[in-house]
């Protein structure tokens, strides 16, 4: 009867490790590693790169540095492309539930033409929407 109770725990087990592997180690590095004064001679041996503490930090947000210009230009670049890729998103879904269900020749040639570049065989496409639109 213990032995079912702990099933799930060792069916979790390897996902748990593999987790600690791929996300909390690399992580745990990088912080380690900014604590670093790296170069391109030091990055093979970085833990005898001399240790500068936080002055990394401090010199990021420094007036100098230009912190804010570049996350602000930064941030612009991650909401436009959030942005286009949601809109594709959801036209591509919309031509794909328009292929899938019944409707007159109008939405269907206009699916054609939506999904055409999603198509393996172009050609083939191409040949239906030609009827489509005779009709």
Known sequence: MKYHRRLPYIFILPAFICMICIHLIPMSLGVLSSFF?????????????????????????????????????????????????????????????????????????LCGALTVPLHPSGSSIDHQLAIHVQL
């Open 37 to 109: 004064k790296l170069n391109i001679m030091t990055i093979n041996n970085w833990i005898e790169a001399p240790f500068v503490g936080l002055k990394n930090y401090f010199s990021v947000f420094s007036p100098g540095f230009g912190f804010l210009e570049n996350f602000v230009s930064s941030f612009s670049y991650t909401i436009v492309f959030v942005v286009l890729a949601q809109i594709s998103c959801y036209v591509l879904a919309w031509g794909q539930r328009s292929c899938s269900t019944p409707a007159p020749s109008a939405v269907r040639i």
